[in-house]
């Protein structure tokens, strides 16, 4: 086909359907509506005269053609995104975008910003809250921090293990100060207990703490630690909330930790595209980062 006849929209919803192997959050990564990305990926089908995704109920697939297509065109499109990134003028080498999940953000990196100004006063850190994997590149962030239960790596992406992350019970004071006192495990039942998403963490936890069979399903239902951390200082009830995210709370006495019985729930990640290929400021912040959590950059950095 010849370069001036190649359909570049309908190649560019499909490379973004095909990476998130869904027409919704394609639509929504390229502002457009849903309707738009499926009429587009049809006309593309139409014209290659075989289809590339399998549509399920709510749902679609890639069929090996469409895993061959995307294949070729998510190289393309990386490239394509980098030499622009490269042309274009020169930013400032000062700044440095870092897309991290709000609960982290909020929890933890802004209250240690203070200490990465201090020490590179030159470089100007901008804080994008998003849990959502991203595409970096081009007007996007260098840097992800991301906490996973299960995955490792991404797709198209370097990662590099932070901590692991340790949930316990933590009540306000004033909390504790009202009701029966909570002595044991058990005694948290008798407490509104607050949930993120459902309540397998909290199931989690009684079985550690020796309550296999506790029922725990009743309780206010939040879906973002951060949440869950707001509500647990205003007195709403008992959380189970990540260790590096309450650090400030407990030692200025806003929360108290109720039992050292922990609840292991993944780990935190550093994620960039690619780790040598971070700006002089994303490097900085990196080197930085690692160093927070007692890992020696230069295993990472030479």
Same mark, same amino acid.
């Given at each position: 086909?010849?370069?001036?006849r190649l359909?570049?929209?309908?190649?560019?919803?499909?490379?973004?359907?095909?990476?998130?192997?869904?027409?919704?959050?394609?639509?929504?990564?390229?502002?457009?509506?849903?309707?738009?990305?499926?009429?587009?990926?049809?006309?593309?089908?139409?014209?290659?005269?075989?289809?590339?995704?399998?549509?399920?109920?709510?749902?679609?697939?890639?069929?090996?053609?469409?895993?061959?297509?995307?294949?070729?065109?998510?190289?393309?499109?990386?490239?394509?995104?980098?030499?622009?990134?490269?042309?274009?003028?020169?930013?400032?080498?000062?700044?440095?975008?870092?897309?991290?999940?709000?609960?982290?953000?909020?929890? +933890?990196?802004?209250?240690?910003?203070?200490?990465?100004?201090?020490?590179?006063?030159?470089?100007?850190?901008?804080?994008?809250?998003?849990?959502?994997?991203?595409?970096?590149?081009?007007?996007?962030?260098?840097?992800?921090?991301?906490?996973?239960?299960?995955?490792?790596? +991404?797709?198209?992406?370097?990662?590099?293990?932070? /901590?692991?992350?340790?949930?316990?019970?933590?009540?306000?004071?004033?909390?504790?100060?009202?009701?029966?006192?909570?002595?044991?495990?058990?005694?948290?039942?008798?407490?509104?207990?607050?949930?993120?998403?459902?309540?397998?963490l909290w199931?989690?936890?009684?079985?550690?703490?020796?309550?296999?069979?506790?029922?725990?399903?009743? &309780?206010?239902?939040?879906?973002? &630690?951060?949440?869950?951390?707001?509500?647990?200082?205003?007195?709403?009830?008992?959380?189970?909330?990540d260790s590096?995210?309450?650090?400030?709370?407990? /030692?200025?006495?806003?929360?108290?930790?109720?039992?050292?019985?922990?609840?292991?729930?993944?780990?935190?990640?550093?994620?960039?595209?690619?780790?040598? &290929?971070?700006?002089?400021?994303?490097?900085?912040?990196?080197? +930085?980062?690692?160093?927070?959590?007692?890992?020696?950059?230069?295993?990472?950095?030479?």
């Open positions: 086909m010849k370069r001036g359909p570049l929209t309908a190649l560019r919803s499909f490379e973004v359907a095909g990476r998130h192997q869904s027409f919704t959050r394609a639509a929504e990564e390229l502002f457009i509506s849903q309707a738009a990305i499926s009429r587009q990926i049809r006309e593309l089908e139409s014209m290659l005269g075989r289809p590339l995704f399998q549509r399920r109920h709510r749902a679609v697939e890639l069929t090996p053609a469409g895993l061959q297509l995307l294949n070729v065109l998510t190289r393309a499109f990386d490239g394509i995104d980098d030499c622009l990134t490269a042309l274009k003028e020169k930013p400032s080498v000062g700044v440095v975008k870092v897309s991290v999940e709000s609960a982290f953000a909020g929890g +933890w990196l802004i209250q240690r910003l203070s200490a990465f100004n201090r020490d590179y006063p030159q470089i100007d850190v901008v804080v994008d809250a998003d849990p959502r994997l991203i595409a970096f590149g081009r007007d996007h962030a260098q840097l992800a921090i991301r906490h996973s239960v299960e995955a490792s790596q +991404w797709p198209r992406s370097e990662s590099i293990r932070l /901590a692991e992350v340790e949930m316990f019970p933590v009540a306000a004071p004033r909390l504790l100060q009202e009701g029966p006192p909570i002595r044991r495990p058990a005694d948290l039942l008798a407490r509104p207990l607050l949930h993120e998403d459902d309540a397998d199931k989690s936890w009684f079985a550690s703490a020796g309550l296999p069979d506790a029922t725990v399903e009743r &309780g206010p239902v939040y879906g973002d &630690g951060g949440l869950i951390l707001q509500a647990a200082l205003r007195g709403q009830g008992v959380a189970l909330i590096f995210l309450t650090q400030e709370d407990l /030692a200025e006495g806003r929360l108290v930790r109720l039992f050292d019985t922990p609840a292991r729930y993944g780990a935190y990640f550093l994620v960039a595209r690619s780790f040598s &290929g971070l700006s002089e400021a994303g490097a900085s912040f990196a080197r +930085w980062l690692l160093r927070q959590f007692e890992i020696d950059p230069e295993s990472y950095f030479t």
